[in-house]
């Protein structure tokens, strides 16, 4: 077949460009949205409500909706160890185990430090067998090399002008290098001293503080660290007049991560801490309560059961009792006590199991219990947070 070529009329040929364009325009307008990552599309939510989505995702299995959330918590904190091990873990759920190692790579050279986390975690079983998994185990093991001394820069030869001479009766003093100034001292809030590490904030206004304060001490959850829980607990805190003291856990992961091991350690931690907020300030020894979030609160949960008398009672959000209700409580134990739960109904099934059961358990041992349920609230402090601790302030301390 012979083709034959037609000569077109400008006007035809330009109106044949201009359709071509906007075809070409459109398309690759279309093809640029589609090729945007989820990560480069900005985060709406705060970081809190995506770790709280990433729990319930993970608890149902729904695990390519749990590495969405942890890209957008990734993209809110890019260099927090805890939230780069969670792109490891989700991705190594939802089977990119390649993926996997270099997330888990990555948060260990962020400040991952205990080889015992990866080590132990379900999340990671994939990993296990794996060459890789075990080189980064022995990298965390390792210790860290000391830091270089840094080489002194040479000095200059320093050139002092000379004095003028002054004459006997000149009662002037002849000029003086200028004195060094003190240096300024560490914010008083921050506690780092004797082995603690930690925060401490004054009760209220002191024009408003009359005698002796009540004192919140202040237990974060895992690989949380003491900021975090007086960054939840300060407008309650200020409102009530309370000095809030919140140590740091005793085991430090790395960066702003600690974590509340052995039983023993973390109640002699806490109690150390206590007595130090007692030398700096006037506390009111009947008005201490124990505020655990998670980890923090079995251990707030267990110092109340072994020292009921030192101790008004505890407020205990989003804590796991299980390993509490192994063991039986005395009937009486903690009469009068006053103890405040707070549970979201979008935290796992058996969180919201055991708080149900404590609190049955913590009645027959005599104390005054509430238990709230928060409605679309997972492993969180429920909303509006401030008015939800004073509600349980006006509870335990009667503020």
Known sequence: MAWRMTIMQPIQMARSVARALILAGWLLGGWGAMAQSPASAPVTEDYDTLARRLYEHHDKGEYREGLACAEKMLALKPKDPQTIYNMACMHCLCGNRDDAYRWLEKSIEAGLADPALPENDEDLRALRADDRFKELLNRMRKPPAPPKAPIAPKEKPVVRPRETPKPKDDPSPRTQAASPQPSRAASATSISMEGLTGLMIPAGSASAIRGPAALAVLLHG??????????????????????????????????????????????????????????????????????????????????????????????????????????????????????????????????????????????????????????????????????????????????
């Not at 409102?239 to 003291?245: D, F, P, R, S």
């Not at 104390?367 to 004073?390: C, L, M």
């Open 222 to 399: 895992a690989d949380e660290d003491p900021q975090r829980m007086v960054d939840r607990w300060k407008e309650a805190g200020e409102k009530a007049g309370l000095l809030l003291a919140a140590p740091a856990g005793p085991r430090h992961e790395g960066a702003a991560m600690y974590r509340w091991s052995d039983l023993a350690a973390s109640t002699e931690r806490v109690e150390s801490f206590i007595d130090l907020a007692k030398k700096r300030h006037a506390v009111d020894e009947k008005r201490i309560a124990l505020a655990g979030f998670c980890q923090g609160g079995r251990v707030a949960m267990r110092m109340l059961l072994e020292h009921p008398d030192r101790y008004a009672g505890a407020i205990l959000t989003a804590t796991d009792f299980d390993r509490l209700l192994e063991g039986s409580m005395a009937a009486g134990a903690l009469k009068g006590k006053r103890i405040y739960i707070m549970v979201g109904d979008h935290d796992s099934a058996r969180l919201v199991d055991s708080s149900d059961r404590a609190g049955e358990a913590l009645k027959a041992a005599g104390a005054n219990v509430i238990i709230k349920h928060f409605p679309d609230t997972g492993h969180a402090y429920p909303e509006p947070r401030s008015q939800e601790i004073s509600a349980a302030l006006a509870y335990v301390l009667g503020l």
